[in-house]
């Protein structure tokens, strides 16, 4: 049986996974109105809330909260990569190499690092997945790495 | 001169830090329908969406987004963590030990692990913080270190 996505891709289970697999696409525009709502909502600093206050402050203009980047990566990786059981993490190591400005478009690039089955659940295993998110110009302005739990294909 | 933030809190440099300090609090509620509101938006998954989806799934019932909890930690942080500056992070690691379910009650209680002067930029230095996120049962469902970027006091 091959499971499917409401999309009709193939679902991956950790039988599926190998080593330098690799996922990407993707063109989710920033635009400032979902930046400072964001901001309004979760991080509610000077410069991710207006241009004027933004002025003055270590970015000297208006730009995304981290948190946005990456909850706009995560929604790249949910259309973009079909894993069994859904992307559920563990764990995830952040960095914000630069910014993200209102009107950027963002793209992703993710590459498996590691598949490793549990030894105590033999149902399921650990996956270790480092997804690039980049604007339109190619500048990379976030990389996640990130420990997800994925389902063996049953029986 | 003393800086205050529009809460008249006195302002901290990177010369007011110290490892070992700590700063906590917080009462933030997560309802259902901001749960399903960001998973709408930002990770649409079984179950973050729906009850009914989220049955069957690893979680077997709804639970928020792992970036939701830590985007209202995000917010935590800013009300609570008063640094010059803002609080600026070039990194962060993030774990996740137990999900946040709807109707849980968020706080933070966050130590300063490391204080460190650029070599390179006199006028900052990097702070590395561990922030935990509980629930109203005290369990914790995040832990988040990060490293921030905060400015030395002016002269």
Known sequence: MTSTTPGER??????????????GGGEHALEEEAITAFAAEF?????????ATAVGTLFDRLVASGWHT??????LQVELIPIAGG???????????RPTLP???????????????????PD????????????????VVQVVTATIVVPRRPD
């Open 70 to 75: 990456a909850a706009v990566t995560m929604r």
């Open 10 to 23: 193939p679902l991956l289970y950790l039988d599926d996974l190998s080593v330098g697999q690799r996922f």
């Open 124 to 139: 399921r295993g650990l996956v270790r997945l480092v997804t690039e998110t980049s604007n339109q110009r190619g500048e």
């Open 43 to 51: 991080d509610p600093q000077p410069f991710h809330l207006d241009h």
């Open 103 to 121: 009107g950027d478009v963002l793209r992703i690039d993710a590459e498996i690092l590691e598949v490793r089955p549990s030894r105590s659940r």
């Open 87 to 97: 992307l559920v993490g563990a764990s995830a190591a952040v960095e914000w190499p």
